[in-house]
């Protein structure tokens, strides 16, 4: 099963919005609605920020949002905030009971 | 609150084995699906294993299937990945991870293992 494609860096300056995609097959990401969204600071643990496509847990900022159309998927944070610099990384469910990850994506907040 | 706590990283040589632990506690563990996550020095997130609630359904990464073993003892409150047959490629941050079934809501700190000669 090949990684879900995401773009290697995104980069926004403070109180702008940027989007990461992740896009798969009709296998994974367009298939199921068991996409989730992590944030990974350096040296960290990663944390889910999106669960099914689009929900939010407890605790996690409004400023995050996902969505999915298709085969895709995205990450929107709005109101970029310094400590918003990580690297993010999607996950689907595929068809065979496994799971798959993004390659990730470093943001960069300018 | 939920902690997720590994053990049981080293050095080790290939071909060698290690059996990694995840001690869980804030959760009633015998509920939840379980899994193991690892991440190569430098590199993006692999799903290994996963394990359901009563242990009845587990699954592999191609990568691993046929060498390394989950298992869970839910009097004990614990996850354990048996490694065997340990290549350089499977030197990486093993995390311990809550879920397998939609996501996965919480991890562990990671423990590393090191494959090398």
């Known amino acids: 099963q090949s990684a879900l494609t995401q773009p290697a860096s995104v980069s926004g300056s403070p109180g702008q919005s940027i989007t990461i995609s992740c896009t798969g097959t009709?296998?994974?990401?367009?298939?199921?609605?068991?996409v989730s969204w992590y944030q990974q600071h350096p040296g960290k643990a990663p944390k889910l920020m999106i669960y099914d496509v689009s929900n939010r847990p407890s605790g996690v900022s409004n400023r995050f949002s996902g969505s999915k159309s298709g085969n895709t998927a995205s990450l929107t944070i709005s109101g970029l905030q310094a400590e918003d610099e990580a690297d993010y990384y999607c996950?689907?469910?595929?068809?065979?009971?496994?799971?798959?990850f993004g390659g990730g994506t470093k943001l960069t907040v300018l | 609150q939920v902690q997720l706590v590994e053990s049981g990283g080293g050095l080790v040589k290939p071909g060698g084995s290690l059996r990694l632990s995840c001690a869980a506690s804030?959760?009633?563990?015998?509920?939840?699906?379980m899994s193991w996550i690892r991440q190569a020095p430098g590199k993006g997130l692999e799903w290994v294993s996963y394990i359901s609630a009563s242990g009845g359904a587990i699954y592999y990464a191609d990568s691993v299937k046929g060498r390394f073993t989950i298992s869970r003892d839910n009097a004990k409150n614990s996850l354990y990945l048996q490694m065997n047959s340990l290549r350089a490629e499977d030197t990486a941050v093993y995390y311990c991870?809550?879920?397998?079934?939609?996501?996965?809501?919480?991890w562990g700190q990671g423990t590393l293992v090191t494959a090398s000669s």
């Open positions: 804030g959760f009633t563990f015998s509920d939840y699906y």
């Open positions: 996950s689907s469910y595929i068809s065979s009971s496994t799971w798959v």
């Open positions: 991870a809550r879920g397998g079934r939609t996501t996965f809501n919480y």
């Open positions: 009709s296998s994974d990401v367009g298939g199921y609605n068991y």
